[in-house]
C-alpha cells in the first residue's frame, strides 16, 4: 500500500503531538517506529485506551499492562524488532550493503510471523476451553490478550515457580489433562512448558507463552511433548508422587 507524501507527513506530525503524552514516555525509547505506529494503530481503533506500565521484559517480547475502552485490563505482549536484528548479529554489516537491501523487512515479518503464531495458537488453546488468557487482537509484532492478574490490577499472577499451588496433586492432574487435551482436541504442543510459563491465579493455574506451540503434525512434535511432560514432571516430582513421562506420553500418542 502506496502512501502519498502529504499522509507521511501528517502521520509524523501526529507521532510528535503525541510524544508529548505521558502514555508514550514509556515505550518510545524502546520500540522503533513501526512497532510505535502499529500500537498508535491500536489505539486509534479503540483496542487500547490506557497503556500502563512494563510489567515483564524477556529478551523477545515486553509485557505492558494496559486497558481497553471497556476499562478492562489487558496484557499487551510486544515483540522485539530491534532486539531481533541484535539476534542476528552484526547488522552494521549488512545494513546499507545494496545486496542485503531486504534483510530488515525480512527480520520484521519474521517478528510479525512469530507474533501471529503465538496468537493463533492462544485462539486454539482457549477455544477448547483451555485456562490460557483470552486472545484478542494481534496487529504486526504487538498482541492482545486478557491480563492474568494476582487479584491486584495491574499485576500478573504470579509462576507457579515463584507460587506453588497449594493443592500439588490437583494442580499436576490439571496440567497433565491441559497437555491432553491440547493434543487430542486442539491438536497442538505447547513445545515451551514449565513451571516459568503456568501462572497461579487464586490457585486457577493458566499456561501462558504460547510462541512456540506447534501443530502435531510438526515432524518434531512427539518430541516436544514428551519434553513437555517431562519438564512438567521434574517440577511436580519435588513435590508429589508423579505418572513416569513416558507412560503419559505413550498414553497420549498411541490414542490419538
Ligand atoms: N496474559 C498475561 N497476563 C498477565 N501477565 C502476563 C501475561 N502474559 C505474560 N505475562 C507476564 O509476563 C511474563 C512473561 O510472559 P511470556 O512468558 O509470555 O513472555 P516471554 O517474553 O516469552 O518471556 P520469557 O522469555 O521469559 O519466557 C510472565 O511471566 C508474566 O509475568
Ligand atoms: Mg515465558
Known amino acids: 500500500m502506496e502512501e502519498n507524501f502529504e499522509e507521511k507527513i501528517r502521520k509524523k506530525e501526529s507521532l510528535k503531538r503525541r510524544k508529548d503524552s505521558n502514555m508514550f514516555k514509556i515505550v518510545e525509547e524502546v520500540f522503533d517506529y513501526q512497532t510505535l505506529q502499529t500500537l498508535y494503530r491500536l489505539i486509534n481503533i479503540g483496542y487500547i485506551k490506557r497503556l500502563y506500565g512494563v510489567v515483564a521484559a524477556g529478551k523477545e517480547a515486553r509485557i505492558y499492562w494496559g486497558v481497553n475502552s471497556k476499562n478492562m485490563d489487558l496484557a499487551i505482549k510486544i515483540f522485539l524488532v530491534k532486539t531481533a536484528e541484535f539476534r542476528r548479529g552484526r547488522l552494521k554489516y549488512i545494513e546499507g550493503?545494496?545486496?542485503?537491501?531486504?534483510?530488515?523487512?525480512?527480520?520484521?515479518?519474521?517478528v510479525r510471523l512469530w507474533c501471529s503464531k503465538e496468537f493463533r495458537n492462544l485462539k486454539r488453546a482457549y477455544s477448547i476451553g483451555?485456562?490460557?488468557?483470552?486472545?484478542?487482537?494481534?496487529e504486526n509484532n504487538i498482541l492482545i490478550m486478557e491480563f492474568i492478574d494476582a487479584g491486584i490490577r495491574g499485576v500478573p499472577a504470579p509462576t507457579i515457580k515463584e507460587d506453588p499451588p497449594k493443592d500439588m496433586e490437583k494442580a499436576y492432574r490439571s496440567i497433565i489433562?491441559?497437555?491432553k487435551k491440547l493434543w487430542w482436541k486442539a491438536r497442538l504442543v505447547h513445545a515451551d512448558l514449565s513451571e516459568y510459563n503456568i501462572l497461579n491465579k487464586n490457585e486457577r493455574l493458566y499456561i501462558i507463552d504460547w510462541g512456540s506451540a506447534v501443530d502435531i503434525s510438526h515432524p518434531r512434535s512427539e518430541e516436544f511433548l514428551l519434553r513437555d511432560?517431562?519438564?512438567i514432571t521434574r517440577f511436580f516430582k519435588m513435590y508429589i508422587k508423579t505418572i513416569k513421562p513416558e507412560v503419559i506420553y505413550k498414553e497420549i500418542v498411541l490414542s490419538s
Do not use: A, E, G, H
Not at 550493503?97 to 519474521?110: E, S
Open 97 to 110: 550493503d545494496p545486496r542485503f537491501k531486504k534483510i530488515k523487512k525480512d527480520i520484521r515479518q519474521i
Open 130 to 138: 483451555l485456562n490460557v488468557p483470552k486472545p484478542y487482537v494481534f
Open 177 to 179: 489433562d491441559s497437555i
Open 229 to 231: 511432560i517431562t519438564n
